[in-house]
């Protein structure tokens, strides 16, 4: 399993565009990169999934450069609610049996 | 369909004594995954099922720790003899095989005094 790397902590506040990094040098061909939201007391929360290029939901944008070594997560206008901790994760998509997590990047967002 | 739920949402418990937890997936996903949190640290990997086969246990998952997953439905994890190491939330999880969206309940969280 490729392992990843996050900054452990990050401020921001509230309106700013938030982008949080995430360095997997080992990734596999036919590995995907999936993020996690975590509040506190309650479990994870998946925000976000993609291969390559650029994804983008109703929540937040990834992007994957072309060697697939990093991936970004954006965060468009945060607000105080998106305070949490936030997990990359790579691994194959049909074959993904256990889903590690690493220790996250804990984001504050501030008034 | 609610999501994945858990009970006991806490448990507290004397140590050397044994705990049985119970996780009741989305109905239709085959997968269920237990992880267990401390505080500040991402979750860890226990176990998986699919459907009512445990097809992986992580070197955590000790000999005082057992999963069942009758019938592919709900699953339990018991702890025995419980020790104060053993306190953390734990967090049950269930997704399509073959997808990384999984879905986690809101975790059980065990306190051994």
């Known amino acids: 399993l490729a392992k990843t790397t996050q900054p452990i902590s990050m401020d921001s506040y509230e309106g700013q565009e938030v982008n949080i990094t995430c360095s997997h040098n080992?990734?596999?061909?036919?590995?995907?990169i999936t993020w996690y939201q975590q509040f506190p007391s309650q479990g994870p929360r998946f925000i976000i999934q993609g291969y390559k290029t650029k994804v983008t939901n109703e929540v937040a944008s990834l992007f994957i450069p072309a060697d697939r070594k990093s991936s970004t997560l954006s965060l468009p206008r945060v607000s105080l609610s998106d305070t949490a901790v936030y997990y990359c994760?790579?691994?194959?998509?049909?074959?993904?049996?256990?889903?590690?997590f690493g220790a996250g990047t804990r984001l504050t967002v501030k008034p | 369909d609610t999501g994945v739920s858990q009970n006991p949402r806490h448990k507290i418990t004397k140590r050397g004594q044994n705990v049985t937890f119970r996780c009741d997936p989305i109905?239709?996903?085959?997968?269920l995954y237990w992880y267990r949190q401390t505080l500040g640290q991402g979750p860890e990997f226990l176990t998986y099922f699919q459907n009512e086969a445990q097809l992986e246990k992580s070197r955590l998952l000790s000999d005082r720790f057992s999963a069942e997953r009758p019938k592919g439905s709900f699953s339990t994890l018991e702890i025995q003899r419980t020790e104060q190491g053993d306190s953390a939330m734990y967090l049950c999880?269930?997704?399509?095989?073959?997808?990384?969206?999984?879905?986690f309940g809101q975790g059980t969280r065990l306190t051994v005094v």
């Open positions: 999880a269930s997704s399509f095989a073959g997808n990384t969206e999984a879905f």
């Open positions: 109905s239709e996903h085959n997968r």
């Open positions: 994760l790579v691994g194959p998509l049909y074959n993904n049996n256990d889903m590690r």
């Open positions: 080992n990734i596999a061909t036919n590995d995907y």
